[in-house]
């Protein structure tokens, strides 16, 4: 009986495209990054270092299975999160049985609740990583944030960039479409988001049987997707607005650039609410001259342009031998000149 050969042995290599190659790298390192099953060693120094600002007590909002690392002791968390770590298991059987889900401090629905349950100034730190971008309100989460911290409180706020992800061929969220959102008070994800999540990242093609249809929308609901998405610089007009319209006090103290970490996915903000709130206009003014600075910070030095070589007849014509028989003998010009009686600029000109 022939053996069976699998398809990798059958006829010719074929070759991979470039582009195909990028995606399966990508998505390689989302599901590598979702399901936790690694985590690079340069993702961890860096949020280490973010995490330096965080002390005292704070929550974490969504931890997942993968809690943000807290550097100091003494420094306490509390968990805010939707399910419990049994639900999350049934939601998330990619994960595998390994992960370890933290059991919830607060079990609440942030859509729908926000941090109700928490009194304003309450908070030295919150916690968001890659939890904005599933919520139906990211602004009103963000009011929310701001208003359970402390004055010189810090929110630590991670997002996935957009073109890196499952994400990356839909268009980024504008401002104008999170305030039309936020006007709307929407609190469930309506089904035009999900639509165009669908579409864009899993080549949905709008089921007509209405079973199905309700079926998939409830599944992707129930384990929240990814209502909306930025890269970093697509968020900061979130930021700059939630200061100049909003009355949120924030000054951004660091930040983890999308390529600070190599094969990253994702960039963070860490922003403080101000002690002593100044004026909206001089904050907004603070936050693009701190971005702009980071920014400017990672680019690589300026090296001078190398001198060209010298050539043969470079070295000879500087050397001070040859220039010093270059000059025209003193004594014999000024014969001349007394000889032929003119002023020296014609003698010379000549
Ligand atoms: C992608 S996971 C992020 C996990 C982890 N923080 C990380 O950075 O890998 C999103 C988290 O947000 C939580 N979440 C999503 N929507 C939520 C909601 N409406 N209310 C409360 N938690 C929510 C999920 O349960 C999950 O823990």
Known sequence: MPRRTSRRTQGPPRAISRQRCIRICCETYTLLHVTGITRAPARDEALGLLGRFLAGDGIELGPGHNPFPLRYPGTAVRYVDRWK????????????????????????DLNVDGLSILDDASEDFVIASHVLEHLADPIAQLAEIHRVLRPGGVAMILLPDRRLTFDRARQGTTLEHLLADHAAGMQVPDDAHLEEFLI????????????KRDATFEHHRLRSFHVHCWTQEEFLPVLRHSITAMNMSWELVDAMLVDDVPGSIEYGFVLRRSLRPAGASVLAQRLDDVWAALVESRQPPVTPEPEPALTWRDVLTRHPVYRAARR???????????????????????
Do not use: M, Q
């Not at 939601?91 to 079990?107: H, K, Q, S, T």
């Open 200 to 211: 864009y990242t899993e080549g949905w093609n709008n089921e007509r049987d209405a079973a």
């Open 85 to 108: 770590p049994d639900e999350n298991e049934g939601l998330f059987p990619e994960v595998g049985e390994g992960a370890n889900f933290p059991v919830p401090d607060i079990v609440t």
């Open 328 to 350: 025209p003998f003193r004594p014999v010009k000024r014969l001349g000149r007394s000889l032929l009686g003119r002023p020296s600029g014609e003698l010379d000109a000549g």
